[in-house]
């Protein structure tokens, strides 16, 4: 997605700026060209394959953990959609990428793709699909995302105007903890939840259609979905708007050509419809757990607790080692001011996947609450190591200050003072009093 700057709208030190960043920028055009891997067309390439390939790597926890987390209550869908993947990736323009797949535990209809071919689907997609071949379409269109370097090139695009500043903001989410998150997770998440050109649209739709022809699927899928979601965009769909649709803008001229393209290749292939419905079995058993855990945190959003606690109580009965719902529980615990009910849950939470950052982060802030400085600081430290936020930077300043650590303290509250926002402000005075 292309950005442009007008110099008249700047002051003159920011056009002085410019001029500078510009002439860097314009070395950088003149020094730094390659071939799209996919298309092999020329473009810009400022960052090489080992940094692609290295972001790619470290971002992918973290950001995976941003959007819900891995879906665990199902191996096997896990091992299924990672096969269907690699079926695909094998007959890319990139085969030797270290592709990855995962299906993440988010309701939102998504899926995404970082550099280095780290992809993810969300079970709020899976759900809604009909056949194996509908799967490989969006498998195979994040796959030439990430096999033609498409958000490496928004990265370029975003460094060409910010050159030199070292922090990217995090993308808009309903993530409640997204204005928190700090270094290369924030940095994945954008990457992830930004939205993709028309041109990249189609260049992904376009290949994703030949590697399903390769790979043996019915291409005619792909359309197929095309026209689902530009008739669920038009209806104004409020799942898909601030998932798929968000990241992946659905458009007349995109189903147009992929139908041209797949009349060109000719339709027919495996569709998989029977061993799709059994793989999904599970999730589909499932569903109405996720179902009742939606309307609670809509429930709990609207400030109506007890209601909100019979839902999740519910889903709690319908699927009991889904971490999940113990963490929104003991969010609603939490705030009827029920501090032991809501420690218990957040334990449970963190003892079903304990490597989920915001268990962790729960469970230290409530405990915190309850005086329990060795939890709290255990637990924020644990949240940290995977996904590093500003509030568990501030309040571990406050652990040490309350355990005699005053050079720990500052520490923390310096890390804190890099984000934005009220916690960057408080970690500014608490510091301020501690360096006086």
């Given at each position: 997605?292309?950005q442009e700057i007008?110099l008249?709208e700047l002051s003159v030190?920011?056009?002085a700026?410019?001029r500078?960043l510009?002439?860097?920028?314009?070395?950088?055009?003149?020094?730094?060209?390659?071939v799209?891997?996919?298309?092999g067309?020329?473009?810009?390439?400022?960052?090489?394959?080992?940094?692609?390939?290295?972001?790619?790597?470290?971002?992918?926890?973290p950001?995976?953990?941003?959007?819900g987390g891995?879906?665990?209550?199902d191996p096997?869908?896990?091992l299924?959609?990672?096969?269907?993947?690699?079926k695909?990736?094998?007959?890319s323009?990139?085969p030797?990428?270290?592709?990855?797949?995962?299906?993440?535990n988010?309701?939102?209809?998504?899926?995404?793709?970082?550099?280095?071919?780290?992809?993810?689907?969300?079970?709020?997609?899976?759900i809604k699909?009909d056949?194996?071949?509908?799967?490989?379409?969006?498998?195979?269109h994040?796959?030439?995302h990430?096999a033609?370097r498409?958000s490496v090139?928004?990265?370029?695009?975003?460094?060409?105007?910010?050159?030199g500043?070292?922090?990217?903001?995090m993308?808009?989410?309903d993530?409640?903890?997204?204005?928190?998150?700090?270094g290369?997770?924030?940095?994945?998440?954008?990457?992830?939840l930004?939205?993709y050109?028309?041109?990249?649209?189609?260049?992904?739709d376009?290949?994703?259609?030949?590697?399903?022809?390769?790979?043996?699927?019915?291409?005619g899928?792909?359309?197929?979905l095309q026209?689902?979601?530009?008739?669920?965009?038009?209806?104004r769909?409020?799942?898909?708007?601030?998932?798929?649709f968000a990241?992946?803008?659905p458009?007349a001229?995109?189903?147009?050509?992929?139908?041209?393209?797949v009349?060109k290749?000719?339709a027919g292939g495996?569709?998989?419809?029977?061993?799709?419905q059994?793989?999904?079995a599970?999730?589909?058993?499932?569903?109405?757990a996720y179902?009742?855990h939606?309307?609670a945190?809509?429930?709990a959003s609207e400030?109506?607790?007890?209601?909100?606690?019979?839902?999740?109580n519910?889903a709690?009965?319908?699927?009991?080692?889904e971490?999940?719902?113990y963490?929104l529980?003991?969010?609603?615990?939490?705030?009827?001011?029920?501090s032991?009910?809501?420690?218990?849950?957040?334990?449970?939470?963190?003892?079903?996947?304990p490597?989920m950052?915001v268990?962790?982060l729960y469970?230290?802030?409530?405990?915190?609450?309850?005086?329990?400085?060795?939890?709290?600081r255990?637990n924020l430290?644990h949240?940290?190591q995977?996904v590093p936020?500003?509030?568990?930077?501030?309040?571990l300043?406050d652990?040490s200050?309350k355990?005699?650590?005053?050079?720990?303290?500052i520490a923390?509250?310096r890390?804190?003072?890099?984000?934005g926002?009220?916690?960057?402000?408080?970690?500014?005075r608490k510091?301020?009093?501690?360096t006086?």
């Amino acid at each position: 997605m292309h950005q442009e700057i007008d110099l008249q709208e700047l002051s003159v030190k920011n056009a002085a700026v410019l001029r500078c960043l510009s002439a860097a920028a314009l070395l950088l055009l003149l020094t730094g060209c390659s071939v799209n891997p996919v298309t092999g067309e020329k473009q810009l390439s400022l960052i090489p394959e080992s940094q692609e390939l290295a972001m790619g790597a470290e971002q992918y926890t973290p950001t995976q953990q941003t959007q819900g987390g891995q879906f665990y209550m199902d191996p096997e869908l896990a091992l299924y959609v990672r096969d269907v993947g690699q079926k695909l990736a094998q007959v890319s323009d990139r085969p030797d990428l270290p592709y990855e797949f995962v299906v993440l535990n988010s309701s939102v209809p998504n899926a995404w793709a970082l550099p280095g071919g780290k992809i993810a689907v969300n079970r709020g997609l899976l759900i809604k699909l009909d056949d194996e071949a509908q799967l490989a379409s969006v498998l195979g269109h994040e796959i030439v995302h990430a096999a033609a370097r498409h958000s490496v090139q928004r990265m370029q695009q975003t460094q060409m105007i910010s050159l030199g500043v070292g922090v990217l903001g995090m993308a808009v989410t309903d993530n409640e903890w997204a204005g928190l998150v700090m270094g290369g997770a924030a940095l994945g998440a954008q990457l992830a939840l930004a939205q993709y050109s028309q041109g990249d649209e189609l260049e992904s739709d376009h290949y994703g259609i030949l590697y399903m022809k390769e790979a043996g699927y019915d291409p005619g899928a792909a359309v197929e979905l095309q026209e689902l979601f530009l008739k669920l965009s038009e209806g104004r769909d409020s799942n898909f708007l601030q998932g798929l649709f968000a990241t992946h803008p659905p458009s007349a001229k995109r189903v147009q050509e992929n139908r041209d393209l797949v009349s060109k290749v000719g339709a027919g292939g495996y569709r998989g419809k029977d061993v799709y419905q059994r793989k999904l079995a599970t999730l589909r058993k499932l569903q109405p757990a996720y179902d009742a855990h939606e309307k609670a945190l809509e429930l709990a959003s609207e400030d109506r607790l007890e209601p909100a606690l019979e839902k999740i109580n519910e889903a709690i009965r319908l699927a009991p080692d889904e971490a999940m719902f113990y963490a929104l529980r003991g969010r609603i615990y939490k705030e009827q001011n029920n501090s032991e009910k809501a420690a218990a849950d957040f334990e449970k939470a963190v003892s079903l996947y304990p490597e989920m950052f915001v268990y962790r982060l729960y469970n230290g802030l409530n405990a915190l609450a309850m005086n329990n400085l060795d939890t709290a600081r255990e637990n924020l430290l644990h949240a940290n190591q995977t996904v590093p936020t500003s509030i568990a930077f501030l309040r571990l300043g406050d652990i040490s200050v309350k355990q005699n650590r005053r050079d720990d303290a500052i520490a923390y509250y310096r890390k804190a003072t890099e984000a934005g926002g009220d916690v960057a402000e408080e970690a500014k005075r608490k510091l301020a009093a501690l360096t006086q």
